[in-house]
């Protein structure tokens, strides 16, 4: 069997220090809730989630395939018990337009998340982006630039009535920190998994890159998994099981910047992005420029002040930030391409080197769903792989396991995998694909998932011949594994043989060499993923 595993339309169409248990380095310090204020903002950001609910519904049963309309029914009811994930207070045509600062919401898929007969979830292995935070240092910086000029702007000289707001708006940030809905993301997330697949048990496993924001995400969402009050200071909260170290010199399947040819010679990303601004920027830049006299804004200053719609929603406990309709929405799904371009060319299938980054992490994988030893030379560190302590496998491993990462990382993991790879690559001047597969937003939005289940059948179902397979799901939707033929397309599920041959990919070292100068063409890196190329078309 060829190494190929893909996915049709997923979505429906609109130094060195390893600590086991112990403390990650010291986080940046944060402004600590009063408990009586953490209760009302979840309280506030839990109300606001079931106000956006209905409009959220009503917006995906308008975009629903035909023939569908049962399956959603069986979606909604099979998740209905489940705790609600926080979320923004938009409209849908924006909060799921943010890119990479949209809020975690469930993906509407065309497969069902139903098992077959017979079927049940033997082990998970979670794959879960940080929550939502404030800008990093440099985007920060880029909007206080931007806020700087529109300071210059007269009350009384705002023409548009709407944009009132300008000239004393204001925005407060701590570099790269959790905001408080992103706690709540992490920690209902854990409450999630635990209700969803109880019958698992409680022990767990849990291992985060050693970076402030997820260290943090992982204790939240092991709080909640462990059924632990989320009303406590965060130096009260539970441990993640393993921080694994970061850095150019470090092994980390979940924080790869060990990439020496990446970083010299690659910045297609930058780049895709660039070529893509003067294709909607522009009217924008012109529009506000009348409507704001004295501000002189450039074509830069408006994404700054777009991502300022998803970051200032976060840091509200998810209160719709008024930047959030100052842009229309075509405007809003430009600028989730805009995002989407940069992503995919700098750390997916428009990077040669992203997908190598991404094997150990797929290897690691590998080595759960069969107990075995991890076989990898890329990213990982052979040290932890080989420590029990550090790497549990085997019949008394925990079933639960879970793994907390930034949106680049796991971005470069789901390349490695071969999984949701467009037909060809994105256009960088448009137009935007109507089956575009790579959404920043529905796949590495704040708070992000990705789970990939171990799923035994007896054999007195539909499926004598294998007991184990492999199951997808981001964000709640199964993603297609055509290669597994009818089994696949129906259930999104690949047996457990198939699956591992499919990943002969990372398996085979991932082309990780060329990160140190061997430089193979992007379709033969492409063409060893093998995500296999079929007609993307909408049901």
Same mark, same amino acid.
């Given at each position: 069997?060829? =190494?190929?595993?893909?996915? +049709? @339309?997923?979505?429906?169409?609109?130094?060195?220090? $390893?600590?086991?248990?112990?403390?990650? /380095?010291?986080?940046?310090?944060? !402004?600590?809730?009063? !408990?009586?204020?953490?209760?009302?903002?979840?309280?506030?950001?839990?109300?606001?989630?079931?106000? +956006?609910?209905?409009?959220?519904?009503?917006?995906?049963?308008?975009?629903?395939?035909?023939?569908?309309?049962?399956?959603?029914?069986?979606?909604?009811?099979?998740?209905?018990?489940?705790?609600?994930?926080?979320?923004?207070?938009?409209?849908?045509?924006?909060?799921?337009?943010?890119?990479?600062?949209?809020?975690?919401? /469930?993906?509407?898929?065309?497969?069902?998340?139903?098992?077959?007969?017979?079927?049940?979830? %033997?082990?998970? @292995?979670?794959?879960?982006?940080?929550?939502?935070?404030?800008?990093?240092?440099?985007?920060?910086?880029?909007?206080?630039?931007?806020?700087?000029?529109?300071?210059? $702007?007269?009350?009384? *000289?705002?023409?548009?009535?709407?944009?009132?707001? $300008?000239?004393?708006?204001?925005?407060?940030?701590?570099?790269?920190?959790?905001?408080?809905?992103?706690?709540?993301?992490?920690? $209902?997330?854990?409450?999630?998994?635990?209700?969803?697949?109880?019958?698992?048990?409680?022990?767990?496993?849990?291992?985060?890159?050693?970076?402030?924001?997820?260290?943090?995400?992982?204790?939240?969402?092991?709080?909640?998994?462990?059924?632990?009050?989320?009303?406590?200071?965060?130096?009260?909260?539970?441990?993640?099981?393993?921080?694994?170290?970061?850095?150019?010199?470090?092994?980390?399947?979940?924080?790869?910047?060990?990439?020496?040819?990446?970083?010299?010679? *690659? =910045?297609?990303?930058?780049?895709?992005?660039?070529?893509?601004?003067?294709?909607?920027?522009?009217?924008?830049?012109?529009?506000?420029?009348?409507?704001?006299?004295?501000?002189?804004?450039?074509?830069?200053?408006?994404?700054?002040?777009?991502?300022?719609?998803?970051?200032?929603?976060?840091? !509200?406990?998810?209160?719709? &930030?008024?930047?959030?309709?100052?842009? +229309?929405?075509?405007?809003?799904? =430009?600028?989730?391409?805009?995002?989407?371009?940069?992503?995919?060319?700098?750390?997916?299938?428009? %990077?040669?080197?992203?997908?190598?980054?991404?094997?150990?992490?797929?290897?690691?994988?590998?080595?759960?769903?069969?107990?075995?030893?991890?076989?990898?030379? /890329?990213?990982?560190?052979?040290?932890?792989? !080989?420590?029990?302590?550090?790497?549990?496998?085997?019949?008394?491993?925990?079933?639960?396991?879970?793994?907390?990462?930034?949106?680049?990382?796991?971005?470069?993991?789901?390349?490695?995998?071969?999984?949701?790879?467009?037909?060809?690559?994105?256009?960088?001047?448009?137009?935007?694909?109507? &089956?575009?597969?790579?959404?920043?937003?529905?796949?590495?939005?704040?708070?992000? =998932?990705?789970?990939?289940?171990?799923?035994?059948?007896?054999?007195? +179902?539909?499926?004598?011949?294998?007991?184990?397979?492999?199951?997808?799901?981001?964000?709640?939707?199964?993603?297609?594994?055509?290669?597994?033929? /009818?089994?696949?397309?129906?259930?999104?599920?690949?047996?457990?043989?198939?699956?591992?041959?499919?990943?002969?990919?990372?398996?085979?070292?991932?082309?990780?060499?060329?990160?140190?100068?061997?430089?193979?063409?992007?379709?033969?890196?492409?063409?060893?993923?093998?995500?296999?190329?079929?007609?993307?078309?909408?049901?």
């Amino acid at each position: 069997m060829s =190494s190929h595993l893909s996915s +049709t @339309n997923f979505f429906k169409s609109p130094a060195i220090e $390893v600590k086991v248990r112990g403390s990650p /380095t010291k986080p940046e310090a944060h !402004k600590q809730i009063p !408990k009586e204020s953490r209760r009302t903002v979840r309280n506030r950001v839990v109300a606001a989630a079931l106000l +956006t609910a209905a409009s959220i519904l009503y917006f995906q049963t308008q975009y629903q395939p035909l023939g569908l309309e049962s399956l959603q029914v069986e979606l909604g009811a099979a998740q209905s018990n489940l705790p609600i994930l926080p979320a923004y207070g938009l409209d849908p045509s924006i909060a799921h337009n943010l890119g990479p600062y949209s809020a975690r919401y /469930t993906v509407p898929g065309n497969i069902s998340s139903s098992l077959p007969i017979g079927c049940k979830v %033997s082990m998970i @292995n979670v794959l879960q982006r940080h929550g939502a935070r404030y800008p990093t240092n440099g985007t920060g910086e880029e909007i206080k630039v931007t806020l700087e000029k529109l300071k210059k $702007v007269q009350a009384q *000289d705002v023409i548009e009535p709407s944009l009132k707001f $300008v000239s004393t708006f204001d925005y407060s940030f701590i570099p790269e920190q959790l905001v408080e809905f992103g706690r709540l993301q992490s920690y $209902v997330s854990g409450q999630i998994i635990a209700k969803k697949y109880s019958s698992l048990g409680s022990r767990n496993f849990v291992r985060a890159a050693n970076k402030p924001r997820i260290v943090e995400s992982s204790q939240w969402w092991k709080q909640g998994f462990e059924g632990k009050p989320f009303d406590v200071a965060q130096h009260n909260l539970v441990k993640a099981d393993l921080t694994i170290p970061i850095g150019k010199h470090a092994r980390n399947p979940l924080n790869m910047e060990k990439c020496p040819t990446q970083e010299k010679k *690659d =910045s297609s990303g930058d780049q895709a992005k660039k070529d893509w601004l003067p294709f909607f920027v522009p009217n924008i830049t012109g529009r506000l420029n009348r409507y704001l006299p004295g501000a002189f804004l450039e074509d830069s200053d408006i994404i700054n002040l777009m991502n300022l719609c998803g970051f200032d929603t976060a840091a !509200k406990d998810g209160k719709a &930030s008024p930047w959030c309709s100052v842009f +229309t929405d075509d405007e809003w799904k =430009s600028y989730e391409y805009y995002h989407d371009l940069e992503k995919y060319y700098a750390n997916s299938y428009g %990077s040669i080197y992203a997908p190598s980054l991404g094997a150990g992490w797929v290897n690691e994988l590998l080595a759960r769903l069969t107990d075995k030893p991890v076989e990898d030379h /890329t990213t990982t560190d052979p040290d932890l792989d !080989k420590n029990p302590d550090s790497f549990p496998i085997g019949s008394d491993a925990p079933r639960v396991f879970a793994d907390f990462s930034s949106d680049n990382s796991i971005m470069k993991i789901i390349a490695a995998l071969g999984i949701l790879r467009d037909h060809d690559n994105l256009p960088r001047k448009g137009p935007i694909p109507s &089956s575009q597969q790579m959404v920043v937003s529905k796949v590495v939005p704040f708070a992000g =998932s990705m789970v990939v289940e171990k799923i035994t059948c007896s054999a007195r +179902t539909a499926y004598p011949l294998q007991r184990d397979y492999v199951r997808i799901l981001i964000n709640d939707a199964a993603v297609p594994l055509l290669s597994c033929g /009818t089994r696949g397309r129906t259930f999104g599920m690949c047996s457990l043989d198939a699956f591992i041959e499919s990943q002969a990919f990372a398996r085979g070292g991932g082309n990780f060499e060329l990160c140190f100068g061997k430089r193979p063409s992007t379709s033969q890196v492409h063409q060893e993923i093998g995500a296999e190329i079929v007609a993307l078309s909408s049901p």
